[in-house]
């Protein structure tokens, strides 16, 4: 725990007699004039929530408009519609969105309160009282219990439980990394306990140099004597682990945190559609200006050529002196009337539909995860059709891809090799056909969740190979693991990386258990016998030197140094008497490496007792050295590290999360590129690729760009693209790379032949983020099939994600698990978190959730496809049947006089867009499909629709409105012909205003029902009762209105009494509805038959081959491709920092006691998409040939 303190002024001299009341009433100023430490991320209160809502929502170019038409409706002279037709759709919209963001303000301040009362131990006026992390503030001492997160502040650890000031903490919700972390107290205070810290915070502080905050609005400690270091520092979201009672001053308050300052700006986010839709919009209202000007024109000339003969009869309104003002009237009066082209209901139909698909998500059982009892969890409605557009996926490695625990499974030693399981006839078993684990039962100490399967090696320990025991005896010995016994025979290991927590554990069930140590000795239980070995030197890892070494005395006082390290360092090392065994080991290493293993190789070299007294004295003098001590350590280090004899090798599994090899390859078939950016070592981030696929021996090449300059990295990455050039021209029969080319880098993919690789390490990707650069990087990158960007920090993270959206205008998705992922979150288009043991933060600042890497397939080829196609059908489909009602009041202002009279009664225009057809197309936007989840899943070329934009573009958009002006001209001139001749069946004319209203109003609900119906592709219950219910509703409201009661009551307001009855009695009223609704629908059919005959969508190709199925009652035959072992060889690297030998030493931190795709079938594409793809990047040779054949890819 740490302990800290809060203030303002340096601290000076001892404390008075009145000190404690002084830090009270310091503490007191503290809170008033430092930031308070309490987290808001909430954004009304209940005095803000209305005025602050609603000038938000007033922010919408929409929502300004329609309150802009409700003011043109208030002035008679222009309105020719009631104020309600408006004010109704806008206070209703109005009312649904400030419910909604009212609801995620109370979940934002549930999750504040949650946070701010977590209860923490302050050190105030010399006694530990409960307080409020809220509450604590700047230079507060703390006290901090094993477990205990840690909120909201950056600590400084001042003093420990443990000898020596130690404290072991956990950063899983900073970097995804479960491993222990160990932070030290200050020099000063690295002698007292817990309980000895019990002045005032100022006089603890001031004792080490460090000043309470001076000045308003400072809000972090500063320091003047003794800095504190990395190794001191607790950072925000770390978990004390292991040590009872730290004691840790409040460096930064909550928004002041490392965490909370490289987190990034949390950006508005909005889709493609959005975007698109916005600029529609104004298109749209453009029309609406063209119409309204038109339509004024009309008026002045029809008032000065044939209104000025109707004045005694048909005066001008008071206040109008001339057609043209009469005309300038008229044009405002048909922006009230025609605005219904751009719908108030539109936006809130978006929001409901993704409100919809964003509980889908919620409630997906294929996407909970029942270990964790997670569920997959959309933590926003505003995104979710994009997830049907992503082209690039930047991924963490752990935690997101890898479980982050390592499991030892193979072995070398002495040339034997161990880990693989035989069968009764000598085979190689599957693993399905594999026996019993190897039993351990005979070792008390034996950690029981290990398992090993190959029996010849426990076999080898009992029998006594020298070299085995050998062997498992460095395991045990070299390596910087803490042992914590609780109970006898109880031991728990701590280790600073999962590799050596692996290591240790199988060297445990074999029988070598590491039990404890202390700054001179290590106890190992041998096969039941406790032998202590006097520890002389540990030479300490690092990212140079790739290896660890210790040197012991044996209790017969023999002098070894055991190694292990990386192959590609270690076997340089070897006596030259090795040349044999290394050459078989090496072939091991080769085959572990080809399974994804993560490698490395033992040795041991035996010093005579003079030669380890000089080398000794040599450290002990480098090691005090006050210049150049790293060289000197690095030199002796080096020295002793020769001619060492060959043990073996060890092959580390770090599990992959089930099913992310099958989820990789499924997205990649779905045209997704997959980036891996991780702030691993190259030899690890390369492993894993090729463990899940993303890298594969087929590849035509893998670059690796390793450079240390911007001239090296330009140059590696100039050779990379000339050798992808070069196979790309021998390939396209002479054409030149260059003429492939396009402007546009998005072309790349298309020229490029062959697969490649591209992996960066991060001092090379610096340079290449330079702005000189980033676009050579960027070609190079995209023109690979898979691309890993190793030893990254979170900013350049970012950094890539940004490049991408900058210059590929692309779809990005990011996920990630830690804190350290938070930045790329929120920089992609869309953010992921891997909630679960890892930690909250990337969840919090995501805009998805879930547990496991594989739910991200069922996230964008079911649910992300989906919702882009059920939002492109209702956006269509919206347009549509709002231009087919209002195109009517367009033409029949040719036959009014340009008098802005409407069609339709006022009570109708109010509830079209409401009532009559909003529930309909709510259900289709909300549950409508193509095909089922199994086949988009089973066809990943499904999802290309969404990459390439197709379903809802600029042209989409305007054969919406062409077929809408159609429908509109039919609706209004079939209905007008034949009422100018027909009679009723009494001989009277049929040819009256209110009954051709009826006839056009009906004509228009049942043909867009009938569209409604036709647009959707998946019906249920809901579709039949809201598109037959919508039709019912409107036959009822519509004879209430005309009824004869409601005139009685409301004679003013509703005077087209009995017109319903008597219209829809006539049979040919009932003729022209049908007439209408057929030459309406007939051509849309026709056009659909043609077009599903002559050129289906691979969705068409699907449904129909399900048909056939369904008919033949077959079932679908199942494909098993079976992976190739690859022969990628890779170094291993360990994972933990440099120093914590050093730190054993010094005893301060001692205690006082393959992939199988299974069921999938790669299908061909449909042509139409391959064929698009080509016009958007490079001609083809084909075309460019005079003899070019058509395309002949085959349909599914």
């Given at each position: 725990?740490?302990?800290?303190?809060?203030?303002?002024?340096?601290?000076?001299?001892?404390?008075?007699?009145?000190?404690?009341?002084?830090?009270?009433?310091?503490?007191?100023?503290?809170?008033?004039?430092?930031?308070?430490?309490?987290?808001?991320?909430?954004?009304?209160?209940?005095?803000?929530?209305?005025?602050?809502?609603?000038?938000?929502?007033?922010?919408?170019?929409?929502?300004?408009?329609?309150?802009?038409?409700?003011?043109?409706?208030?002035?008679?002279?222009?309105s020719s519609l009631s104020w309600f037709t408006t004010i109704v759709p806008l206070v209703l919209v109005l009312t649904i969105t400030a419910v909604k963001d009212a609801t995620d303000d109370y979940f934002r301040h549930k999750s504040d309160n949650q946070v701010n009362n977590r209860q923490s131990q302050v050190l105030i006026s010399g006694v530990l009282r409960q307080e409020q992390w809220m509450n604590v503030r700047v230079g507060d001492i703390i006290k901090l219990e094993n477990n205990q997160f840690v909120a909201q502040a950056d600590l400084l650890l001042l003093s420990s439980s443990e000898p020596h000031g130690l404290c072991y903490i956990e950063t899983a919700e900073l970097d995804g990394e479960t491993n222990m972390k160990t932070r030290t107290s200050h020099v000063a205070l690295s002698f007292c306990g817990s309980k000895r810290i019990s002045g005032e915070p100022g006089v603890v502080l001031g004792a080490l140099g460090w000043s309470w905050p001076c000045g308003e609005g400072k809000s972090q400690l500063s320091h003047t004597v003794h800095p504190g270091g990395l190794r001191q520092q607790l950072?925000?979201?770390?978990?004390?682990?292991?040590?009872?009672?730290?004691?840790?001053?409040?460096?930064?308050?909550?928004?002041?945190?490392?965490?909370?300052?490289?987190?990034?700006?949390?950006?508005?986010?909005?889709?493609s559609i959005d975007r698109l839709m916005n600029t529609l919009v104004l298109w749209i209202f453009g029309f609406l200006v063209c119409m309204g000007v038109i339509l004024a024109i009309g008026n002045a000339i029809w008032e000065h050529e044939v209104g000025v003969c109707f004045q005694i009869y048909l005066p001008w309104d008071e206040g109008v002196h001339s057609a043209f003002f009469s005309g300038f009237l008229s044009f405002w009066s048909y922006i009230i009337i025609l605005n219904t082209v751009v719908p108030i209901s539109l936006y809130v139909s978006v929001e409901v539909i993704r409100l919809g698909h964003s509980y889908f998500i919620n409630w997906d059982k294929k996407m909970y995860c029942a270990k964790r009892q997670t569920p997959a969890e959309a933590r926003t409605t505003t995104l979710n059709e994009e997830l049907g557009q992503v082209e690039y996926i930047f991924s963490d490695k752990t935690g997101t891809l890898t479980q982050n625990i390592m499991v030892f499974s193979k072995c070398s030693v002495n040339g034997h090799s161990y880990g693989d399981v035989q069968d009764m006839l000598g085979h190689?078993?599957?693993?399905?056909?594999?026996?019993?684990?190897?039993?351990?039962?005979?070792?008390?100490?034996?950690?029981?969740?290990?398992?090993?399967?190959?029996?010849?090696?426990?076999?080898?320990?009992?029998?006594?190979?020298?070299?085995?025991?050998?062997?498992?005896?460095?395991?045990?010995?070299?390596?910087?693991?803490?042992?914590?016994?609780?109970?006898?025979?109880?031991?728990?290991?701590?280790?600073?990386?999962?590799?050596?927590?692996?290591?240790?554990?199988?060297?445990?069930?074999?029988?070598?258990?590491?039990?404890?140590?202390?700054?001179?000795?290590?106890?190992?239980?041998?096969?039941?016998?406790?032998?202590?070995?006097?520890?002389?030197?540990?030479?300490?890892?690092?990212?140079?030197?790739?290896?660890?070494?210790?040197?012991?005395?044996?209790?017969?006082?023999?002098?070894?140094?055991?190694?292990?390290?990386?192959?590609?360092?270690?076997?340089?090392?070897?006596?030259?008497?090795?040349?044999?065994?290394?050459?078989?080991?090496?072939?091991?290493?080769?085959?572990?490496?080809?399974?994804?293993?993560?490698?490395?190789?033992?040795?041991?070299?035996?010093?005579?007792?003079?030669?380890?007294?000089?080398?000794?004295?040599?450290?002990?003098?480098?090691?005090?050295?006050?210049?150049?001590?790293?060289?000197?350590?690095?030199?002796?280090?080096?020295?002793?590290?020769?001619?060492?004899?060959?043990?073996?090798?060890?092959?580390?599994?770090?599990?992959?999360?089930?099913?992310?090899?099958?989820?990789?390859?499924?997205?990649?078939?779905?045209?997704?590129?997959?980036?891996?950016?991780?702030?691993?070592?190259?030899?690890?981030?390369?492993?894993?690729?090729?463990?899940?696929?993303?890298?594969?021996?087929?590849?035509?090449?893998?670059?690796?760009?390793?450079?240390?300059?911007?001239?090296?990295?330009?140059?590696?990455?100039?050779?990379?693209?000339?050798?992808?050039?070069?196979?790309?021209?021998?390939?396209?029969?002479?054409?030149?790379?260059?003429?492939?080319?396009?402007?546009?880098?998005?072309?790349?993919?298309?020229?490029?032949?062959?697969?490649?690789?591209?992996?960066?390490?991060?001092?090379?990707?610096?340079?290449?983020?330079?702005?000189?650069?980033?676009?050579?990087?960027?070609?190079?990158?995209?023109?690979?099939?898979?691309?890993?960007?190793?030893?990254?920090?979170?900013?350049?993270?970012?950094?890539?994600?940004?490049?991408?959206?900058?210059?590929?205008?692309?779809?990005?998705?990011?996920?990630?698990?830690?804190?350290?992922?938070?930045?790329?979150?929120?920089?992609?288009?869309?953010?992921?978190?891997?909630?679960?043991?890892?930690?909250?933060?990337?969840?919090?600042?995501?805009?998805?959730?879930?547990?496991?890497?594989?739910?991200?397939?069922?996230?964008?080829?079911?649910?992300?496809?989906?919702?882009?196609?059920?939002?492109?059908?209702?956006?269509?489909?919206?347009?549509?049947?709002?231009?087919?009602?209002?195109?009517?009041?367009?033409?029949?202002?040719?036959?009014?006089?340009?008098?802005?009279?409407?069609?339709?009664?006022?009570?109708?225009?109010?509830?079209?867009?409401?009532?009559?057809?909003?529930?309909?197309?709510?259900?289709?936007?909300?549950?409508?499909?193509?095909?089922?989840?199994?086949?988009?899943?089973?066809?990943?070329?499904?999802?290309?629709?969404?990459?390439?934009?197709?379903?809802?573009?600029?042209?989409?958009?305007?054969?919406?409105?062409?077929?809408?002006?159609?429908?509109?001209?039919?609706?209004?001139?079939?209905?007008?012909?034949?009422?100018?001749?027909?009679?009723?069946?009494?001989?009277?004319?049929?040819?009256?205003?209110?009954?051709?209203?009826?006839?056009?109003?009906?004509?228009?609900?049942?043909?867009?029902?009938?569209?409604?119906?036709?647009?959707?592709?998946?019906?249920?219950?809901?579709?039949?009762?809201?598109?037959?219910?919508?039709?019912?509703?409107?036959?009822?409201?519509?004879?209430?209105?005309?009824?004869?009661?409601?005139?009685?009551?409301?004679?003013?307001?509703?005077?087209?009494?009995?017109?319903?009855?008597?219209?829809?009695?006539?049979?040919?009223?009932?003729?022209?509805?049908?007439?209408?609704?057929?030459?309406?629908?007939?051509?849309?059919?026709?056009?659909?038959?043609?077009?599903?005959?002559?050129?289906?969508?691979?969705?068409?190709?699907?449904?129909?081959?399900?048909?056939?199925?369904?008919?033949?009652?077959?079932?679908?035959?199942?494909?098993?491709?079976?992976?190739?072992?690859?022969?990628?060889?890779?170094?291993?690297?360990?994972?933990?920092?440099?120093?914590?030998?050093?730190?054993?030493?010094?005893?301060?931190?001692?205690?006082?006691?393959?992939?199988?795709?299974?069921?999938?079938?790669?299908?061909?594409?449909?042509?139409?998409?391959?064929?698009?793809?080509?016009?958007?990047?490079?001609?083809?040779?084909?075309?460019?040939?005079?003899?070019?054949?058509?395309?002949?890819?085959?349909?599914?």
């Amino acid at each position: 725990m740490g302990c800290g303190a809060a203030g303002h002024g340096a601290v000076r001299g001892p404390p008075s007699p009145g000190g404690r009341a002084s830090s009270a009433s310091q503490r007191a100023r503290i809170q008033r004039e430092v930031p308070s430490n309490c987290i808001k991320t909430s954004k009304y209160n209940i005095v803000t929530f209305l005025p602050v809502n609603l000038f938000e929502q007033f922010q919408e170019v929409a929502n300004t408009y329609f309150l802009f038409l409700l003011i043109l409706q208030l002035i008679p002279q222009i309105s020719s519609l009631s104020w309600f037709t408006t004010i109704v759709p806008l206070v209703l919209v109005l009312t649904i969105t400030a419910v909604k963001d009212a609801t995620d303000d109370y979940f934002r301040h549930k999750s504040d309160n949650q946070v701010n009362n977590r209860q923490s131990q302050v050190l105030i006026s010399g006694v530990l009282r409960q307080e409020q992390w809220m509450n604590v503030r700047v230079g507060d001492i703390i006290k901090l219990e094993n477990n205990q997160f840690v909120a909201q502040a950056d600590l400084l650890l001042l003093s420990s439980s443990e000898p020596h000031g130690l404290c072991y903490i956990e950063t899983a919700e900073l970097d995804g990394e479960t491993n222990m972390k160990t932070r030290t107290s200050h020099v000063a205070l690295s002698f007292c306990g817990s309980k000895r810290i019990s002045g005032e915070p100022g006089v603890v502080l001031g004792a080490l140099g460090w000043s309470w905050p001076c000045g308003e609005g400072k809000s972090q400690l500063s320091h003047t004597v003794h800095p504190g270091g990395l190794r001191q520092q607790l950072l925000l979201c770390c978990t004390e682990g292991r040590e009872r009672h730290p004691l840790m001053p409040s460096c930064s308050p909550g928004p002041d945190t490392k965490l909370m300052q490289n987190s990034g700006r949390t950006k508005f986010k909005r889709t493609s559609i959005d975007r698109l839709m916005n600029t529609l919009v104004l298109w749209i209202f453009g029309f609406l200006v063209c119409m309204g000007v038109i339509l004024a024109i009309g008026n002045a000339i029809w008032e000065h050529e044939v209104g000025v003969c109707f004045q005694i009869y048909l005066p001008w309104d008071e206040g109008v002196h001339s057609a043209f003002f009469s005309g300038f009237l008229s044009f405002w009066s048909y922006i009230i009337i025609l605005n219904t082209v751009v719908p108030i209901s539109l936006y809130v139909s978006v929001e409901v539909i993704r409100l919809g698909h964003s509980y889908f998500i919620n409630w997906d059982k294929k996407m909970y995860c029942a270990k964790r009892q997670t569920p997959a969890e959309a933590r926003t409605t505003t995104l979710n059709e994009e997830l049907g557009q992503v082209e690039y996926i930047f991924s963490d490695k752990t935690g997101t891809l890898t479980q982050n625990i390592m499991v030892f499974s193979k072995c070398s030693v002495n040339g034997h090799s161990y880990g693989d399981v035989q069968d009764m006839l000598g085979h190689k078993a599957e693993l399905g056909e594999r026996p019993e684990p190897v039993d351990f039962s005979f070792n008390p100490l034996a950690d029981p969740r290990f398992q090993f399967w190959d029996p010849s090696l426990m076999e080898a320990v009992r029998l006594g190979d020298l070299h085995v025991h050998e062997f498992f005896r460095l395991l045990s010995l070299c390596h910087t693991v803490m042992s914590e016994e609780k109970s006898e025979g109880e031991l728990f290991y701590k280790a600073q990386s999962p590799d050596e927590g692996a290591l240790v554990t199988a060297a445990r069930n074999f029988g070598f258990v590491f039990r404890s140590r202390t700054p001179k000795t290590i106890t190992v239980q041998e096969l039941g016998q406790a032998i202590t070995y006097q520890l002389l030197a540990i030479l300490d890892f690092n990212n140079i030197r790739k290896r660890m070494s210790v040197i012991v005395r044996s209790p017969e006082g023999k002098i070894r140094l055991y190694c292990k390290g990386a192959d590609t360092i270690l076997l340089e090392r070897l006596h030259p008497l090795n040349q044999d065994l290394t050459s078989i080991t090496t072939d091991h290493l080769n085959e572990y490496a080809s399974e994804g293993l993560r490698t490395l190789v033992l040795a041991y070299r035996d010093l005579e007792e003079s030669y380890y007294k000089d080398w000794s004295e040599r450290l002990h003098r480098a090691g005090s050295a006050p210049e150049a001590r790293e060289d000197h350590l690095a030199w002796l280090y080096d020295e002793v590290e020769h001619d060492m004899m060959l043990l073996g090798a060890t092959a580390i599994e770090d599990k992959l999360q089930q099913g992310v090899p099958e989820t990789i390859a499924i997205l990649t078939l779905a045209n997704i590129k997959i980036w891996v950016l991780t702030g691993d070592k190259q030899e690890t981030a390369v492993n894993i690729g090729y463990s899940c696929k993303m890298l594969t021996d087929d590849m035509t090449e893998v670059f690796v760009v390793t450079g240390h300059t911007v001239l090296e990295v330009r140059e590696e990455l100039r050779k990379a693209r000339e050798k992808m050039m070069d196979a790309s021209r021998s390939v396209c029969n002479g054409f030149s790379y260059q003429e492939k080319l396009s402007s546009k880098l998005t072309s790349v993919l298309e020229a490029i032949a062959g697969e490649y690789a591209l992996v960066i390490n991060g001092h090379s990707l610096a340079h290449a983020l330079e702005a000189d650069m980033e676009v050579e990087f960027l070609e190079t990158a995209c023109a690979c099939k898979a691309v890993i960007c190793c030893r990254v920090t979170p900013l350049q993270k970012a950094q890539v994600v940004e490049l991408v959206k900058k210059y590929k205008k692309a779809v990005t998705l990011a996920i990630g698990d830690g804190a350290n992922d938070v930045s790329m979150i929120k920089t992609a288009h869309i953010g992921v978190g891997i909630s679960g043991q890892e930690g909250i933060q990337a969840v919090l600042a995501s805009d998805y959730s879930f547990s496991q890497f594989k739910f991200l397939q069922r996230l964008l080829l079911v649910h992300g496809r989906w919702s882009y196609l059920r939002m492109c059908k209702f956006l269509c489909y919206f347009f549509y049947k709002n231009f087919a009602f209002t195109m009517v009041h367009f033409w029949f202002g040719f036959f009014c006089g340009f008098s802005a009279q409407t069609v339709y009664d006022q009570y109708f225009i109010t509830l079209y867009n409401i009532v009559y057809t909003s529930l309909p197309v709510l259900a289709m936007g909300v549950f409508d499909q193509d095909v089922p989840e199994q086949r988009s899943m089973e066809y990943p070329k499904l999802y290309e629709p969404g990459q390439l934009n197709l379903l809802f573009n600029k042209r989409e958009f305007f054969i919406c409105i062409a077929q809408g002006i159609y429908t509109s001209i039919l609706m209004f001139f079939i209905p007008y012909g034949v009422f100018a001749d027909a009679t009723r069946d009494d001989g009277a004319q049929l040819a009256d205003y209110q009954s051709f209203a009826v006839t056009v109003a009906t004509s228009l609900v049942i043909v867009v029902s009938v569209q409604i119906g036709l647009d959707t592709g998946f019906w249920t219950a809901i579709n039949h009762f809201f598109i037959w219910g919508s039709l019912a509703a409107y036959f009822a409201i519509l004879f209430t209105m005309h009824s004869d009661g409601l005139f009685r009551m409301f004679p003013n307001q509703f005077r087209f009494v009995g017109n319903a009855q008597n219209t829809l009695a006539q049979p040919t009223v009932w003729l022209t509805i049908a007439l209408t609704a057929v030459v309406c629908i007939v051509p849309v059919v026709a056009f659909r038959f043609l077009k599903l005959d002559l050129k289906p969508e691979l969705s068409d190709t699907v449904r129909y081959t399900q048909l056939v199925r369904k008919k033949q009652k077959t079932q679908h035959r199942c494909m098993r491709h079976a992976g190739r072992a690859g022969s990628r060889r890779s170094g291993y690297a360990f994972s933990h920092q440099e120093g914590f030998g050093e730190l054993i030493m010094s005893g301060k931190n001692m205690r006082l006691s393959s992939l199988a795709l299974s069921s999938f079938a790669p299908r061909p594409s449909a042509s139409w998409i391959d064929t698009l793809r080509k016009k958007k990047g490079c001609e083809g040779s084909s075309a460019s040939s005079p003899g070019g054949t058509a395309d002949k890819t085959p349909r599914v």
